[in-house]
């Protein structure tokens, strides 16, 4: 419940600036890909060509969403323009993955037929599911950012 609010209610947006970034490319997905590191909010993996005027100003505004606080993209402000910096390899985007797997652990606990799909999707909620949820709420203590509604 708290993940679907998360995604419907305003976003809030952060400044940080950059610390680092890599001079070396990767490639993932087709694209070019290097890493930032920031000073509030730790490495994200962008565009190589987002990179073309961070020297000249390295501040950042980062969105994020109220709840959880998870960054969906970031803003950076050069020559009087604003460019939309897109974050890549980010949990906000598989967040439909996170949805399958909540909507598909109730499903098997209101499925009580003893068949193949009731055995499969138990093992899959238990093995599976169970253990990528918990771990998505550990991570960057999204368990208080939901007992506290996002205001630590």
């Not at 998360?6 to 070396?24: A, G």
């Not at 990767?26 to 920031?38: A, G, H, K, L, R």
């Not at 969906?72 to 390899?89: S, T, W």
């Not at 037929?113 to 093992?123: A, C, E, K, P």
Request: net charge positive; aromatic share 18%; charged share 15%.
């Amino acid at each position: 419940i708290m993940l679907t609010i998360d995604l419907i209610i305003p976003k809030q947006l952060e400044s940080d600036f950059v610390v680092k970034y890599d001079t070396r490319t990767t490639y993932v997905n087709d694209v070019f890909i290097q890493n930032i590191i920031t000073s509030k909010n730790g490495m994200y993996k962008i565009t190589k060509n987002a990179l073309s005027d961070i020297d000249s100003n390295p501040f950042l505004s980062i969105e994020k969403t109220s709840i959880l606080h998870i960054s969906l993209r970031g803003y950076h402000f050069a020559k009087q323009c604003k460019k939309q910096i897109e974050f890549h390899l980010t949990i906000y985007s598989s967040i439909v993955l996170v949805f399958i797997m909540l909507i598909f652990s109730s499903f098997v606990m209101f499925y009580r037929n003893r068949d193949m799909l009731f055995i499969m999707g138990s093992y899959f909620t238990r093995y599976f599911a169970g253990p990528f949820v918990m771990w998505f709420i550990m991570w960057d203590n999204r368990w208080i950012h939901i007992f506290t509604l996002g205001f630590l």
